[in-house]
């Protein structure tokens, strides 16, 4: 292993001794202590930072993942009880689609992890072979790249709470050792949980919590396995290599904390949140709510659910005849253009600014008084955010008026 290994042992050797180097520049003691200690926390910031675009990846994965669910449970649906080859067939093609089409894969969750593991396995053989680098015996080499005998000996002797950096429960006596190691590996282990906790409890829609949905069910196989399996191999890893998963945890959960909050996943309980916070923000400044917002912008562009009466079909015998003639509300009530705010005009209220249009023909897109949606949906939008202003001017001016 240490042959396959050996690029990658130098390449965590090189980071470790350069960010050492850079701790003792800003005034660290050079030898065994902290700098060493903080040197495999900055090597696994330094690896974090590389694997970056695998984590928007993975982010942006687990949203699809998240928004397919329903369309993932109907083709469940579909091929209930089918076990012929034919269906089996059809229906993996079917999901293959659907993962197309949502761009996501069911494994882009595991691509850090997976991409970690290396670098973990040769930080966990670098500090294995401290003793023997320090003492020139290592076979085939005298270094580890930059890692000589002497820095090796200074790695080795430096502690955590006492605790050396190459020492495991397993390969010591010292009872200090085997408490440090026994709480790293609850934190180990508590910090995986609460990782794919964050996503699973807080960034996934109510719809797609129910236990039929496969998602939901491996992700809390994950959460039970993962924890548990860390924490019988823990006892095998090393002080330094039990502070490279600590801090590469704690890195995850801050990652997520921001991504959940600044971009939750379209119906979970964090978009809720996010949405109250960015109303009471909007609110204090005059601003339209998101939910208004999206309103006007689904009316301007037409995409908005219209209300009043369906429009009942009409042969086009009758479609002849009354084409070029007014109809709905405009024909009965005579009513006369208005500005688009939604003031009464012989009869015509908002309701028919936004949902009634004339008929005539094959269905223009303007509406009573020759306003398109847009300019409607403008004008609506304008009106209410001046009325918002005046309304959060005279709340400043209570409190003021409190105040004084």
Known sequence: MDTILWPLKVAVAWVMVYIHKFLVLVGMHDGSGAAWVLSIVGLTIFVRILIMPLFVRQIRASRGMQLMQPELQALQAKYKGKKDPASKQRQQEEMMALYRKHGTNPFASCF?????????FALFRVLANLEKVAEGVYPGHISIGPLTAELAGDVQASTVFGAHLSDSFMNTDDMTTKVVTVIMIIAMSATQWYTMAQLSMKNMPESSKNSDNPMIRSQRVMMTVMPVFFAFTGVQFQIGVLIYWVTSNLWTMGQQFY?????PAPGSEAEKK???????????????SLEEEERAKAEAEGTAPTGGQRAQPVRKNRQKKGAGRPSGAEGRSGSRPDDGDGAKT???GDANDSDNATTGGGGSSRRPGGLTDEEIARRRYERRARERKRAAARRKAQNKKRRG
């Open 112 to 120: 850090p992890i997976l991409i970690q593991m290396p670098i973990f």
């Open 259 to 263: 991504t959940i909050n600044r971009m």
């Open 274 to 288: 996010f949405r109250a916070r960015e109303n009471a923000k909007r609110a204090r400044k005059g601003m339209p």
């Open 346 to 348: 012989g009869g015509a």
